[in-house]
Each structure stands twice: as structure tokens, then as C-alpha cells.
């Protein structure tokens, strides 16, 4: 299943290493814990909307960017039921 | 502050009026509560990604879709901080 918070800790993930920056360093930028900015990159954690911005501000990057790329990432992501289909055959 | 739930709340909304559908026959398709799919069109509530997933699905439009809209619409938004300084002008 496509999940939208899979995808938002995707693009923070990939925003953070195209920085080359820790997840310790940008989790204090934050203000959130370590354990916390892991979660969410791996899209295990819904972040609530207040604490995406903090991590975008950390990142120095905008809200609106960051879901241009959701997007993107989304609607270039192969059908799931299409791979699950493929598999089973 | 921009907050993304108030963005994808707002879409939300936007994508159901342009089908001329009432909140009660979308809230039942997606299986969640009128009173919820009102809050989260308010973005008062932050959905779960499964919940954001049935909205859409009841919807009729892709999470892709969404997302691009949102994308859009908080990159077309004025800077909140420019309406409170000439508010309190």
C-alpha cells in the first residue's frame, strides 16, 4: 500500500544525505530525538504536521519542495498489486 | 504557519466540491465519521496515512494527485508573516 508518510520519510532521508548530515546532528536542529527523526525517515511515524516543519526547517528546505517530491517519488513508484501480482505468477 | 494538514485538508475539500458530493456520502464511502472527515478538512485533524489512503479512494483520485495539489497550493500561498505584519499596520 502506498502510504504518504512512507514517502515523507523517504524525501527527508534523501534531503538530509544529500547534505551529508547526521541524523543526531539535524535531530537536535530539530528539537525531536534521534530515535524519533529514525522513525519518521523510515516512514514508521506519522509526524504531525508541526514537527515536519521543524525538520524541514532543520533541513533548510520548504514544505512545499519537500512535497513536490512526495509527489513525484509517489507517482513514479511502480503499483504495488502489480509487483504482488508478478510474484505470485 | 503553513501547516501541511491544513493544505491537505483543504484539497481534500476542493477535490470533493468539484464532484458536488456532501461530507456524508464521502465519510461513508471512506468508512471514517462525518465529524472526522469535517476536522480533517479543516485541518484540525491529522490524518493517518490508511485514512488520508481510504479519503482518497472514496474520492476517486490518486495520493499523487493530492500531493501535487498540495504541493501547489502551499507554494501559491502568501507568506502568513506578510499578512500579520500589514494586518497590524
Known amino acids: 500500500m502506498t502510504l504518504l508518510r512512507t514517502y ?6 534523501a534531503a538530509r544525505l544529500a547534505q551529508s548530515r547526521s541524523l543526531r546532528e539535524v535531530a537536535k536542529s530539530a528539537r525531536v530525538s534521534l530515535g524519533y527523526l529514525s ?3 523510515r516512514g514508521q ?8 516543519n521543524s525538520i524541514c ?9 519537500l ?7 509517489i507517482h513514479s513508484a511502480p503499483a504495488p ?9
Chains 1, 2 share one sequence.
Open 8 to 13: 515523507v520519510g523517504g524525501a527527508l532521508r
Open 67 to 73: 512535497m513536490s517530491d512526495v509527489a513525484l517519488s
Open 39 to 41: 522513525e519518521v525517515e
Open 81 to 89: 498489486t502489480l509487483t504482488v501480482a508478478r510474484d505470485a505468477a
Open 57 to 65: 526547517d532543520a533541513l533548510g528546505i520548504s514544505l512545499s519542495s
Open 45 to 52: 511515524k506519522e509526524p504531525s504536521s508541526e514537527l515536519l
